[in-house]
């Protein structure tokens, strides 16, 4: 019965409840043990016993999901060490005094703990007890040598108390955690040990001759197997114990004090068990988040030691290595050793299991980072995969990882070649299509990548031209606007009549307008300078500029921008294409002050923007006596104020050097 006043509220604890339990007989002895209910209520008891008997039963814990299972010890189940006895929450303190007693008392009393602890109703009452974690812990700290099972058992009863984080404190008040760390490294350098002997034992039984030797070596094998089984049992408990600890930061740097990391990779390398392999690996990709410990990592060289779990079969492990992968590529050397172990082939089958292929995407789009990486990318079956998602992906913009990945694919010629042969040729029509179909400016920036590539390469965009220049005049977003001026302006084909194209599309006022200082975003402006370059090698057009004014109002937005080197050297280099032609090169020598910032700009700190200022320059003295004579003093100038000042600090050091050359001087001597 409840209502709503906790007044009126008797809470009954059933402590014999379990499988075995007979329903109606405890339902009759609580109705007769509790005057508050009635006798007419014996069916409803009966009904809530049965529900709480049947949620006991579903309330297991089950797999999770990415992969890491309840680490139940194998011999938990042994009805022989138990002899038939069945854990009561009532019997705790018969419990622990068994745990005074000699190991294998120790072992059944943990035993009957650790399947009280598996039912979370106990917990609570198992923590408010005076005495039972203090006995286990005090046993874990002495015995833990003695007995494999002791020690998993009991580790288990704290591990099923580190799955509630209000918890967390019980188990850090008995320093649970840094024993599980010591009893981790032990046994691992107890392995090898047992590793050593039985090397030494196979090869002295090597002649199988010899059948003594030969059951010697068989029953050691057998031995061997069975205290591996074991050890792996009690490292999964600890390290899930650790894992679960290590969701409070500061018990995680504790951790990383003790060289956890370090645990881990030894137990990665000389460990063979799928679950427990899943678990390392679970517990290296959160640690991994953190650059210490990514460090860490690479010291120990984690990358060649994750390469037989790439593309393996088990679905869990796979995925977290993928996951932990991502996060070590953002480090440019380990980047280079997984491609170096020939990760980047090995991933790419993934793409065909739908669960692996959004985190197998990121790795790849993170190795593609490094230009000589992208190459290798033709050399594998990557690219046709990708270019088939983006053809079959739903209706909209394509998936961010995808689209980003393509892009850094499509910056290297042989890749693009790649793509342009996919469909039997098709397919490049479908990709332009599908980008001003549903407006996506990742698609179109792929395309324009692949725009800046050979002649070949190019002309078979130019039936696009109209689809680039048309997204002006429809007034499209900024960013589909960049793209499309950026895929215009790497076009830069003597073939293109790009004077109709700057009629019919009526470019020439937007780029004016864009051109302007403060009037549109820097991206967007740089794509229209580069645009006005590639314009400008058609002699009719750059009669159109000459006279639109755009020249003067590129040297308004070079004065506004002149710490923007990027700008600065491509609107240097539209000066360059203008004075090849008589018209612009009229307007910049007798109308404009540009020979004058280009002098200044041939001092920048950019090499590439002095060696087109020196270019243009150059063009201009041939042209221009007055300018000619103005150029040739100015770079007079500069190379004469450093070819004097090395003479000077010659002089200098040459004087230094004759004071200790002198000969000796009287007083009377010295004027």
Not at 573 to 597: D, G, L, N
């Given at each position: ?11 009954i604890?059933v402590?014999s ?6 329903i109606?007989?405890?339902a ?7 005057k508050?209910?009635?006798?007419s ?21 089950k797999?999770?999901?990415?992969g ?8 938990l189940n ?35 703990l ?29 015995d833990w ?25 019980v ?8 024993l ?6 032990h ?6 040990t ?9 090869f ?48 995680e740097l ?12 030894r137990?990665?390398?000389?460990r063979?068990?799928?679950e ?9 990709k ?13 010291k ?21 290595t993928?996951?932990l ?11 280079q ?14 793409f065909?299991?739908?669960a692996?292929r959004?985190?197998?995407i990121?790795?790849?789009y993170h ?9 290798m ?9 990708l270019?088939k ?6 209706e ?13 694919i ?5 890749n693009?070649?790649?793509i ?5 040729g ?53 960013d589909?606007?960049i793209?499309?001026l950026g ?7 003597k073939?293109?009549?790009y004077?109709?194209?700057?009629n019919k599309?009526?470019?020439l ?8 200082p ?6 967007l ?6 645009l ?5 090698t058609?002699?009719?057009?750059a ?10 109002t ?8 002149q ?15 203008m004075?090849?032609h008589?018209?612009t ?11 004058a ?8 700190r ?10 243009t320059l ?20 500069w ?8 003479v000077?600090?010659q ?5 230094d050097?004759d004071?200790y ?11």
């Amino acid at each position: 019965m409840q209502t709503e006043d906790a007044r009126y509220l008797k809470r009954i604890r059933v402590h014999s409840l379990n499988e075995t339990t007979d329903i109606a007989a405890l339902a009759q002895e609580i109705v007769e043990r509790c005057k508050l209910i009635h006798i007419s209520k014996l069916a409803e008891v009966e009904q809530l016993l049965y529900y709480l008997q049947t949620r006991k039963e579903t309330g297991k814990r089950k797999k999770s999901t990415q992969g890491l299972l309840d680490p139940s010890p194998d011999f938990l189940n042994d009805s022989s060490l138990l002899e038939g006895e069945q854990p009561s929450i009532n019997c705790i303190d018969d419990y622990i005094e068994l745990l005074y007693e000699d190991v294998p008392s120790k072992i059944k009393a943990s035993s009957l703990l650790l399947r009280l602890t598996r039912n979370p109703d106990n917990l609570e009452e198992m923590i408010q007890h005076d005495t039972v974690l203090g006995a286990l812990t005090r046993v874990l700290r002495e015995d833990w040598r003695k007995s494999v099972e002791l020690s998993t058992n009991i580790m288990y009863v704290f591990f099923c108390l580190s799955t509630f984080t209000q918890f967390h404190p019980v188990i850090a008040k008995y320093k649970i955690g840094a024993l599980c760390m010591s009893i981790a490294e032990h046994e691992l350098a107890r392995h090898e040990t047992w590793k050593e002997d039985f090397f030494k034992l196979t090869f002295v039984s090597g002649d199988n001759n010899n059948e003594s030797a030969v059951k010697e070596f068989e029953k050691a094998q057998k031995k061997y197997l069975g205290l591996v089984k074991k050890q792996d049992q009690l490292l999964r408990v600890a390290f899930y114990l650790l894992l679960n600890l290590a969701e409070d930061a500061r018990v995680e740097l504790k951790m990383k004090n003790r060289n956890i990391v370090g645990v881990l990779m030894r137990a990665l390398e000389t460990r063979s068990n799928l679950e427990l392999v899943i678990l390392i690996i679970s517990f290296l990709k959160k640690l991994s988040i953190f650059l210490e410990n990514k460090n860490e990592m690479a010291k120990q060289d984690i990358v060649p030691k994750l390469r037989p779990y790439v593309a393996c079969d088990h679905e869990a492990l796979c995925n977290l290595t993928q996951r932990l992968l991502l996060n070590l590529t953002f480090d440019a050397e380990l980047r280079q050793k997984m491609v170096d172990n020939g990760f980047l082939p090995a991933v790419t089958p993934i793409f065909n299991n739908p669960a692996h292929r959004t985190i197998s995407i990121c790795v790849l789009y993170h190795l593609s980072f490094d230009d000589k990486t992208r190459s290798m990318f033709s050399y594998t079956d990557c690219i046709p995969k990708l270019i088939k998602m983006i053809v079959e992906s739903p209706e909209g913009a394509i998936d961010v990882e995808l689209a980003a990945l393509c892009i850094n694919i499509a910056t290297k010629p042989k890749n693009t070649e790649i793509i342009l042969q996919c469909s039997n040729g098709t397919l490049l029509k479908q990709l332009v299509k599908r980008a001003f179909r549903f407006k996506d400016p990742l698609l179109l920036k792929m395309v324009r990548n692949m725009t800046q590539h050979g002649q070949p390469v190019k002309r078979k965009f130019v039936e696009f031209l109209g689809l680039f220049a048309g997204a002006v005049k429809k007034g499209f977003e900024e960013d589909l606007l960049i793209e499309c001026l950026g895929a215009l302006g790497n076009l830069n084909m003597k073939d293109i009549n790009y004077e109709v194209i700057l009629n019919k599309y009526q470019l020439l006022p937007f780029l004016q307008n864009t051109l302007k200082p403060g009037h549109a975003e820097d991206d967007l402006v740089l794509e229209a300078v580069v645009l006005i370059g590639t314009i400008s090698t058609d002699s009719n057009c750059a009669a159109i500029l000459a006279q639109s004014g755009i020249i003067q109002t590129l040297i308004e937005l070079l004065n506004v921008k002149q710490e923007d080197d990027e700008l600065v050297l491509q609107i240097a280099y539209v000066f360059y294409k203008m004075i090849w032609h008589e018209e612009t090169r009229r307007v910049i020598i007798s109308q404009t002050q540009a020979p004058a910032y280009l002098i200044d700009l041939m001092h920048d700190r950019n090499a590439e923007i002095r060696r087109v200022c020196d270019n243009t320059l150059d063009i201009i003295m041939e042209h221009n006596e007055d300018w000619g004579k103005r150029i040739k003093l100015e770079k007079f100038r500069w190379h004469n104020s450093q070819w004097i000042e090395m003479v000077e600090t010659q002089q200098q050091d040459d004087e230094d050097d004759d004071m200790y050359d002198l000969p000796y001087l009287r007083d009377d001597d010295l004027l």
